[in-house]
């Protein structure tokens, strides 16, 4: 089920305090409204009573669809320091709930989900666009290695990041967006045709791709503190 609690928030602004209602776990099974509302961007956005200065709650949820085989940890940006305590958290939560500590009839509802953990809103509005369109989330950032190893253009700023934001049967959009303002500050479209090479070419491909799924934090953002992306990166052909 989905829980939303009520809650106060305060203005940053004006300092107004007012009543809202927060998530705590998106079921999207069964609320799939929230899932849409997730997805066009007014998932838990309000705006002040007092100023209209528009409010947007931080993330501290877990977002589960069973029927689509996703299920994410989802946190505010600036947890993203502690993410390896928080992975060791969301494995630990994924296990009791759905995983190998969990009753078999839990088990079994998450066949062949793997647990996820991300930071901020457009990095969860990913996750959801790329299950949504059957791609490897793993795969999704081996392709912006690519593109940030090519366009030497496309850097990005430490609160900056490449995130999946549609596509189709040919094309994969991508937005350079900050993670925390949700300001978006390009644009771009990859073949789709990229990801089906990737995939195809396990072997070039392993060492970099392995170092993103041995964490539910399965984002380039996480090897690019210690620059180990962009360095393997360079070395594909």
């Not at 946190?75 to 992975?87: F, G, Q, Y």
């Amino acid at each position: 089920m989905s829980i939303l609690l009520g809650a106060a928030i305060q203005c940053p602004r004006c300092e107004h305090e007012q009543e809202v209602t927060l998530a705590a776990s998106v079921n999207a099974d069964r609320r799939p409204d929230l899932r849409a509302a997730i997805l066009d961007r007014t998932f838990q956005a309000h705006v002040c009573v007092a100023c209209e200065a528009p409010l947007r709650l931080p993330l501290h949820m877990t977002y589960l669809d069973m029927k689509r085989g996703i299920w994410v940890a989802a946190e505010a940006v600036d947890s993203l320091p502690r993410w390896e305590e928080l992975a060791a958290d969301t494995r630990a939560l994924f296990a009791g709930s759905f995983g190998d500590a969990a009753p078999p009839a839990a088990r079994s509802l998450a066949a062949g989900a793997t647990p996820r953990l991300v930071f901020g809103w457009p990095a969860l509005r990913e996750k959801i666009i790329a299950n949504e369109l059957g791609l490897d989330d793993a795969v999704v950032e081996l392709i912006k290695a690519t593109v940030l190893r090519n366009l030497p253009q496309a850097r990005l700023t430490a609160s900056q990041a490449l995130r999946l934001a549609g596509g189709n049967a040919e094309t994969l959009g991508f937005e350079i967006i900050d993670d925390e303002s949700e300001q978006i500050f390009g644009q771009m479209e990859v073949p789709r045709a990229l990801h089906d090479d990737i995939n195809g070419d396990a072997d070039s491909w392993a060492g970099l791709r392995n170092k993103l799924m041995e964490e539910p934090f399965c984002d380039l953002k996480r090897l690019m503190i210690d620059g180990s992306a962009t360095a393997e990166a360079a070395t594909m052909q």
